[in-house]
């Protein structure tokens, strides 16, 4: 089993910045990525970005990219994502996910096995 609990969240008004935390708990020893996801009433949950641990190689999706910063500290079994310069459409509630089979692309929802409770973020105009 693995626990992911998620903080950071909050409001905060367009152009603005938050950092969200995921720290991991568990059986951390066979992860080999995290990924946060985000997801708005009445829609699908989205991919927003990913990082391996081994690599530290990032993905982004395009509607974040240059504002979104996914990063890691694996001594304290945590994943960041910094946001900055925010968007009204940024709004929703942001998990932190892991996967336990391999894959060459994190951007499925459905390739993740264990979610954390989800943290919201809400920007205001």
């Known amino acids: 089993q693995v626990q992911l609990v998620e903080s950071g969240g909050g409001l905060v008004q367009a152009g603005g910045s938050l950092r969200l935390s995921c720290a991991a708990s568990g059986r951390t020893g066979s992860l080999y990525a995290m990924g946060w996801l985000r997801q708005t009433p009445g829609k699908e949950r989205e991919f927003v970005a990913a990082i391996r641990f081994d690599s530290g190689r990032t993905d982004y999706e395009d509607f974040v990219k240059g504002r979104f910063t996914i990063s890691r500290d694996n001594a304290k079994n945590t994943v960041y994502l910094q946001m900055n310069n925010l968007k009204p459409e940024d709004t929703a509630v942001y998990y932190c996910?892991?996967?336990?089979?391999?894959?060459?692309?994190?951007?499925?929802?459905?390739?993740?096995?264990?979610w954390g409770q989800g943290t919201q973020v809400t920007v205001s105009s």
């Open positions: 996910a892991v996967p336990l089979n391999y894959y060459m692309d994190l951007r499925a929802p459905r390739r993740y096995d264990y």
